[in-house]
């Protein structure tokens, strides 16, 4: 059974940061591309970030790059996104993903950027 647990979000003021992780198991994690997503009431779903299986290929939503980083770990079998310099805008739930698998995703980690 594929778990994906999402962890390390919290408060932050603007222009703070945070580490997100995503501890997987059930799978071969580096086996398998992995992505963050987040989730807002207003836009709904809104990919942010996609790393490839040997963590050598990474893509970034336009409104991310430059402030937030996707790396991970196969030894640990973590994904991690680094956010800085955070927005307002970046409050949201942040899921990972196998793949791009939906159905997949854990329960989430609240961020919430506000003064």
């Known amino acids: 059974e594929v778990q994906l647990v999402e962890s390390g979000g919290g408060l932050v003021q603007p222009g703070g940061s945070l580490r997100l992780s995503c501890s997987a198991s059930g799978f071969s994690f580096g086996n398998y591309g992995m992505s963050w997503i987040r989730q807002t009431p207003e836009k709904g779903f809104e990919w942010v970030a996609e790393?490839?299986?040997?963590?050598?290929?990474?893509y970034l939503t336009d409104s991310v790059k430059g402030r937030f980083t996707i790396s991970r770990d196969n030894a640990k079998n973590t994904l991690y996104l680094q956010l800085n310099s955070l927005k307002t805008d970046d409050t949201a739930i942040y899921y990972c993903l196998r793949g791009r698998d939906f159905s997949s995703r854990g329960q989430g980690t609240q961020v919430t950027v506000s003064s």
């Open positions: 790393i490839s299986a040997g963590g050598d290929a990474n």
